[in-house]
């Protein structure tokens, strides 16, 4: 298996523009995760989805971002309008199994820059 | 609150020496805790996965140790390699939290030549 993919891997916006991140889960697994990394605050769980449904989305900052599960193999998250706080590298993860036991399998990143 | 704390924040070694990372957590109820290597640039990778039953856990040159009742881990690393240079990040998770789970920010370790 190719592993969790996520796209882009880079991309650099003007504040107030939109930015879609997109991630394709490992195939089988049942969970999936969005997570923002910064050196201050370390990996944190922004939302996350069971059988493409949003179990927890406590973790995202304000109503500029959303995330959706279209399906079992396909998930974005958005930020609309972006500012430059929201600079961060996000993260894509998926598990399959047991709630809070299975391994969590994290994609490469996608690194945003907002200027 | 749950926390993870780790230490140090940041460490260097020779290449061939041992280290070990330490891990302090005040989540509860304990479900499992696990630890991460993650490379620049690149995604977290699990090492370890433990539960409150074991207290000892090796994968390869990797030793990971849990003290449920001092709520302590260590992460040992034997006869480093370059490319153990990385970010080390202890994660613990609560029974009954979901699947939210309680970051560490990370044991940098950079191995010289």
């Known amino acids: 298996d190719a592993g969790v993919i996520q796209s882009p891997r880079h991309e650099v916006t003007e504040m107030g523009q939109e930015v879609t991140l997109r991630c394709k889960p490992i195939s089988g697994h049942n969970s999936l995760f969005w997570y923002r990394q910064t050196m201050m605050r370390g990996l944190e769980l922004l939302i996350y989805f069971n059988n493409n449904v949003p179990i927890d989305d406590s973790g995202m900052p304000e109503d500029r971002f959303s995330a959706k599960m279209p399906n079992a193999s396909f998930s974005t998250l958005k930020i609309q309008p972006s500012e430059p706080r929201d600079s961060a590298v996000y993260f894509c993860?998926?598990?399959?199994?047991?709630?809070?036991?299975?391994?969590?399998?994290f994609g490469e990143g996608s690194r945003l820059t907002v200027l | 609150k749950n926390q993870v704390e780790q230490s140090p924040q940041s460490l260097i070694i020779l290449e061939g020496k041992n280290c070990t990372l330490q891990?302090?957590?005040?989540?509860?109820?304990?479900?499992?805790l696990r630890w991460y290597k993650q490379d620049t640039g690149r995604g977290p990778v699990s090492l370890t996965i433990m539960t409150f039953s074991e207290n000892t856990k090796s994968n390869g040159r990797y030793t990971a140790t849990l003290d449920a009742d001092t709520k302590q881990s260590s992460l040992h690393i034997t006869a480093s390699q370059l490319s153990d240079s990385a970010s080390y990040i202890c994660?613990?998770?609560?029974?009954?939290?979901?699947?939210?789970?309680?970051f560490g920010t990370g044991t940098r370790l950079a191995v010289r030549p």
């Open positions: 891990c302090n957590y005040t989540v509860s109820p304990f479900s499992n």
């Open positions: 993860a998926s598990r399959w199994g047991q709630e809070n036991t299975g391994e969590l399998f």
């Open positions: 994660v613990v998770s609560a029974r009954g939290s979901g699947d939210k789970l309680t």
